[in-house]
């Protein structure tokens, strides 16, 4: 059985830095491909990143290529989203994701994602 259980959200202050982990039961990285969305108040589910090992692909989202780092501690079976130079609108509840039978196509698409967690706030404010 496939469980999701993010955390290290928290308050930053913009310019700032935060790591999320995402700790994962019942899957494995060489086959599911994993994901972090977001939502903030108001706003739709947006994409911010995805790393699939069976399909060697890694890929962000626009507004956050260059700031945050997504990766893997296999030891601890936990995926990592490194966030570096946050902005006030990064604020958002961050969501882990993840699917076995997901296309290159789809990787930027909630609904192709079967496994979620129930979500880490992430404030950052001065």
């Known amino acids: 059985q496939v469980q999701l259980v993010e955390s290290g959200g928290g308050l930053v202050q913009p310019g700032g830095s935060l790591t999320l982990s995402c700790a994962a039961s019942?899957?494995?990285?060489?086959?599911?491909?994993m994901a972090w969305f977001r939502q903030a108040p108001g706003k739709e589910r947006e994409f911010v990143a995805a790393?699939?090992?069976?399909?060697?692909?890694?890929v962000y989202g626009d507004s956050v290529k260059g700031r945050f780092t997504i990766s893997t501690d296999n030891a601890r079976n936990t995926v990592i989203l490194q966030m570096n130079r946050l902005k006030p609108e990064d604020t958002a509840v961050y969501y882990c994701?993840?699917?076995?039978?997901?296309?290159?196509?789809?990787?930027?698409?909630?609904?192709?994602?079967?496994?979620w967690g129930q979500g880490t706030q992430v404030t950052v404010s001065s």
């Open positions: 019942g899957v494995t990285f060489t086959r599911y491909t």
């Open positions: 994701a993840s699917s076995q039978t997901i296309i290159m196509s789809q990787l930027r698409s909630q609904s192709a994602y079967s496994y």
């Open positions: 790393l699939s090992r069976r399909m060697g692909s890694t």
